[in-house]
């Protein structure tokens, strides 16, 4: 029966490729494709055993560790739709559409179905902007107070981007409940409003607000935030051309075509945002990749946001495999790391690899670590071990470096992966 069953499987495969347009097939090769995902931790010598028990030792120490020093997700009762927990930003106590919407990734991931409810229903009762007069209306407020009460009332596009990924994904594996817990209807109207979010200015918690949609329509990327026109610039971590892929394929039918060319954009920004020598990319760019000064000192600077970009185009190199360019990219950020002291790099650069840090931080090690993914060096290995040998983040700074480094072993050990419409209906 199970040779029958993998012959069916097999193809079942083999006909959905034939079915994809030619530009499709002739492009097969990452994991999408393949079904397969690269593990990078056995390819060092760990066994899949070893990676899992890692994986679930990390996740019961930042999910349901001790609360003063380890966990960073609080369960807080419930409510009539379930449950309810969020995760904090442990040093500056408050909720993030980033860390819920991470949270909520994790636990799709690993098949964690009652966390991953609970951070949605906490997220649609606190953080999601319900009165019409709103100019957010529909979004989620990008930080909140560990008691629901606003600490920001604007949105962030890098929260709602993995609400809407990690949607889909539970959608696939999980089948769409009702309501609140229809998942695949969920993401459904994020994406679309991402997109069509009418221009609205108004009163907010932080003042007169204009805002619009989280994607730049001409330039076809994603914008720093919607308030329009006053921030019109981007992220180049914010830019996650392996999920656009996916919403070009399972996103409502009218806005597919925008998803499928805003991959490829984002193919490109990747190169023009990062420095040819160092790899390393700023915090905040313009849309021809230029480096854009703002609020935040280290804007034009490879920052804490920027960790995120390396590991962005790796992924998607492994699961589509469509960009020659990233395996440069992270090769060349590979070298200049390599050369700072593999255990010691810094946190923080110039453009040109100045250090503006004394701080080697957990989240970043993981990225690196990702970037081996695409990366074709001498040196894509340790950075692996690198990430193998860092211990679980605890202590203040759990937050941010705590959930890369989830997502960084899951990465790493192949266990992230792509949840489609078939894997509820064949198990794939």
């Known amino acids: 029966m199970f040779r029958i069953r993998c012959v069916l499987l097999t193809t079942v495969l083999a006909l959905c490729r034939t079915l994809l347009p030619a530009t499709e097939k002739d492009a097969e090769g990452g994991a999408f494709y393949t079904g397969q995902y690269r593990d990078l931790f056995a390819e060092i010598g760990h066994s899949p055993d070893e990676s899992r028990a890692r994986i679930d030792a990390a996740f019961q120490q930042l999910f349901h560790g001790d609360q003063q020093t380890q966990t960073l997700f609080y369960e807080v009762g419930g409510n009539k739709q379930g ?13 993030r559409t980033e860390g819920m919407s991470y949270g909520m990734m994790i636990s799709v991931q690993m098949n964690r179905k009652h966390e991953f409810d609970a951070l949605w229903n906490w997220a649609n009762t606190y953080m999601l902007i319900t009165d019409r007069k709103d100019p957010g209306f529909g979004y989620y407020k990008w930080s909140m107070n560990i008691d629901g009460s606003p600490h920001s009332s604007t949105p962030a596009p890098d929260g709602e981007e993995y609400f809407v990924m990690s949607l889909y994904f539970a959608a696939n594996r999980w089948g769409s409940g009702r309501g609140l817990y229809n998942y695949k209807a969920q993401a459904d109207r994020l994406l679309h409003l991402m997109r069509h979010h009418p221009v609205m200015t108004g009163s907010t918690h932080s003042g007169i607000r204009t805002i619009g949609p989280m994607v730049d329509e001409k330039h076809h ?169 860092s211990a679980t983040p605890s202590g203040e700074q759990r937050y941010y470096d705590g959930l890369l480094y989830l997502m960084g072993l899951l990465h790493c050990s192949g266990n992230f992966r792509i949840y489609g419409p078939t894997y509820i209906r064949t198990g794939l």
């Not at 309810?84 to 040093?91: E, F, H, K, Q």
């Open 221 to 389: 990327m994603i914008r720093f935030v919607p308030d329009s026109p006053n921030e019109d610039f981007t992220d180049p971590s914010y830019h996650l051309p392996a999920f656009y892929e996916l919403w070009a394929r399972w996103g409502p039918p009218e806005d597919r075509a925008f998803w499928a060319q805003a991959a490829e954009t984002s193919r490109r920004f990747f190169v023009l945002a990062t420095d040819p020598k160092t790899g390393l990319s700023p915090d905040y760019a313009n849309w021809d990749g230029s480096r854009r000064p703002s609020f935040n000192r280290f804007s034009t600077d490879f920052s804490y946001d920027s960790w995120r970009t390396a590991s962005n185009w790796s992924v998607d190199a492994s699961w589509w495999a469509k960009s020659p360019e990233e395996a440069e990219l992270s090769n060349r950020i590979q070298k200049f790391l390599f050369s700072q002291d593999l255990t010691e790099f810094d946190d923080q650069y110039t453009l040109a690899g100045l250090a503006l840090s004394q701080r080697h931080s957990v989240g970043m090690v993981a990225t690196m670590a990702v970037a081996s993914l695409a990366a074709t060096n001498n040196h894509a290995n340790a950075f692996v071990e690198n990430l193998w040998n």
């Open 83 to 95: 449950a309810l927990a969020y995760i904090t930003d442990i040093a500056n106590h408050d909720v």
